[in-house]
């Protein structure tokens, strides 16, 4: 495992955010929906996502969260999946969203990430952070380098939702993460879209030569599932596979494998 800088961790370490942030007046809980790998039909890892205590969907969660509150949110979102997936047994990678306009000063806001791994024994290198392509728009400097940062302590990391929004490419040329997540409005009836089919060949083509490995999620049926493996894309997520699982791991039934 990563060894964890004490400077780091030290509670006398902080920034403006840490100060400065109020509690959360609020609670939540995460569910988890496994990414899966078709070369071997293993669990590549779990995605976290954000739920009500009672499993209410992520808007009743997310629309509370305000610009006075998102860095104590974003903090407590990496810490709650960490000691959740640990928890839970988890052995495969462990994906967490997180909101680059929380991140103040990389270095410093890592810290009780460093410290729940630490905690609770999770590898660094079994972190992947992803960041939405959406959240991008205003300062692409900032998130560089957040991800560079992120690289430097092992953690993987993701583009997730790419081709929603219209500054992928150019943060692809400034950085190239460990993944990309294709967005499921890309995948949706794919195996009947010649448009969407040649953005996402394209895509594959791209990442192929840049060595950053693509997943498609929001994969719903098996000929979504067997145009994107036809095209060399093998990491996939989506209901076709297993529904996010509310505080617990989603079991992946064996019948959703088989390619045509």
């Known amino acids: 495992m990563t060894e964890f800088p004490s400077s780091l961790t030290s509670p006398k370490v902080g920034c403006e955010g840490c100060k400065n942030s109020p509690e959360l007046d609020f609670s939540f809980a995460f569910a988890y929906q ?16 954000v739920r009500g205590i009672k499993g209410e969907g992520a808007l009743s969660v997310l629309s509370q969260v305000t610009d006075q509150n998102r860095y104590r949110f974003d903090q407590l979102c990496r810490t709650h999946a ?11 990678r462990l994906s967490i969203n997180f909101l680059p306009n929380a991140v103040y000063r990389p270095e410093l806001c890592i810290r009780s990430t460093l410290e729940a791994a630490r905690t609770h024994n999770f590898p660094l290198d ?21 991800l560079r940062e992120y690289r430097e302590f092992g953690f993987m990391t993701a583009i997730d ?15 190239q993460p460990d993944l990309i997540k294709l ?78």
């Open 82 to 92: 960490i000691a959740g997936a640990a928890a839970l047994g988890m052995s495969e």
């Open 183 to 260: 967005d499921m409005h890309l995948i949706r009836d794919i195996h009947r879209d010649r448009v969407r089919q040649a953005i996402v060949r394209g895509v594959v083509t791209m990442c192929t030569e840049l060595g950053v490995t693509v997943i498609a999620e929001g994969i719903e049926c098996a000929e979504e599932r067997d145009f994107l493996a036809d095209c060399g894309i093998f990491l996939m997520q989506g209901f076709w596979f297993a529904k996010p699982a509310f505080k617990a791991l989603a079991q992946v039934d064996p019948g959703v494998w088989q390619t045509a």
């Open 34 to 49: 496994p990414i899966v790998d078709l070369r071997d039909q293993s669990v590549f890892a779990h995605e976290a996502l």
């Open 161 to 175: 939702d790419f081709g929603a929004g219209y500054s992928g490419l150019g943060l692809l040329a400034d950085f």
């Open 126 to 146: 079994r972190l992947i952070f992803e960041t939405i392509e959406a959240e991008h728009l205003d300062n692409n400097r900032h998130l560089t380098n957040i």
